[in-house]
T-cell receptor, first 112, second 113 residues
Framework: AQSVTQLGSHVSVSEGALVLLRCNYS??????LFWYVQYPNQGLQLLLK??????LVKGINGFEAEFKKSETSFHLTKPSAHMSDAAEYFC??????????FGAGTTVTVRA | EADIYQTPRYLVIGTGKKITLECSQT?????MYWYQQDPGMELHLIHY???????EKGDLSSESTVSRIRTEHFPLTLESARPSHTSQYLC????????????FGQGTRLTVV
C-alpha cells in the first residue's frame, strides 16, 4: 500500500519568508500526489496535484511543488508567506482502485 | 467550485440520540468517502463507496453506518450517539481515474453531550 509521510507537524514562518513543507511517499509505481489546504472549520481544498505531466507543479495561491522520484519526495513551497497562508496542509497519494491516503498534516503559522 | 454539500455544519446532540449526517454531490461521481478528523489531526477514512449499492468500511473502525441508494447521496448514520463520537466528519467525492482529486464538503462538526 502506498503512504505519505509529512515531516514536521508544525511550521512557523515570518511573513514574507519562504514556506517549505515536506512530504515523502512510498510507492513501487509512479504515484499521483496531491497537496490540500484546510482552513479552520472548513473542508479540504486542492492546492495542486502531480500526475506525471511535469515534475514542477504550480498551484493556487502562489504554491508550487516539485516531484523528485530519486528522493521519493513532493515538497511544497511558497517563496513569500502571507498571513492568509496560516492553515493546515495535507499531502496525499492516490492508491490504485479507490482511495486517497493522507499524511498527518502540517500546521503553518505566519508571524507578522 | 466544488459541488458537494454537507448538512448540518454544526450539531450538538445528547447521548443516545440517532443522527444522520447528510452528504450530496452534483458532479456525478461514483466514488464517495467519509473521513473522521479530530481538531488539528489527520484524516481517517471510515467509509467509502464505489457507486450505488456499494459501501465498504475504511481504515478506522467506526460505529457509524452508511448507505448509497442514489449516486449523488451518501448519508452517514449513528444509531446511538456517544461522547466518543464527538469529531469533525468530512465527506468527499472523486472521479473514476486515479489521477483525479477528491472534492470535499465543508464538514460537519458533531458534539455529543
Amino acid at each position: 500500500a502506498q503512504s505519505v509521510t509529512q515531516l514536521g507537524s508544525h511550521v512557523s514562518v515570518s511573513e514574507g519568508a519562504l514556506v517549505l513543507l515536506r512530504c515523502n511517499y512510498s510507492s513501487s509505481v509512479p504515484p499521483y500526489l496531491f497537496w490540500y489546504v484546510q482552513y479552520p472549520n472548513q473542508g479540504l481544498q486542492l492546492l495542486l496535484k502531480y500526475t506525471s505531466a511535469a515534475t514542477l507543479v504550480k498551484g493556487i495561491n502562489g504554491f508550487e511543488a516539485e516531484f523528485k522520484k530519486s528522493e521519493t519526495s513532493f515538497h511544497l513551497t511558497k517563496p513569500s508567506a502571507h498571513m492568509s497562508d496560516a492553515a493546515e496542509y495535507f499531502c496525499a497519494v492516490s492508491e490504485k482502485g479507490y482511495k486517497l491516503s493522507f499524511g498527518a498534516g502540517t500546521t503553518v503559522t505566519v508571524r507578522a | 467550485e466544488a459541488d458537494i454539500y454537507q448538512t448540518p455544519r454544526y450539531l450538538v446532540i445528547g447521548t443516545g440520540k440517532k443522527i444522520t449526517l447528510e452528504c450530496s454531490q452534483t458532479m456525478g461521481h461514483d466514488k464517495m468517502y467519509w473521513y473522521q478528523q479530530d481538531p488539528g489531526m489527520e484524516l481517517h477514512l471510515i467509509h467509502y463507496s464505489y457507486g450505488v449499492n456499494s459501501t465498504e468500511k475504511g481504515d478506522l473502525s467506526s460505529e457509524s453506518t452508511v448507505s448509497r441508494i442514489r449516486t449523488e447521496h451518501f448519508p452517514l448514520t449513528l444509531e446511538s450517539a456517544r461522547p466518543s463520537h464527538t469529531s469533525q466528519y468530512l465527506c468527499a467525492s472523486r472521479g473514476d481515474t486515479d489521477n483525479t482529486e477528491a472534492f470535499f464538503g465543508q464538514g460537519t462538526r458533531l458534539t455529543v453531550v
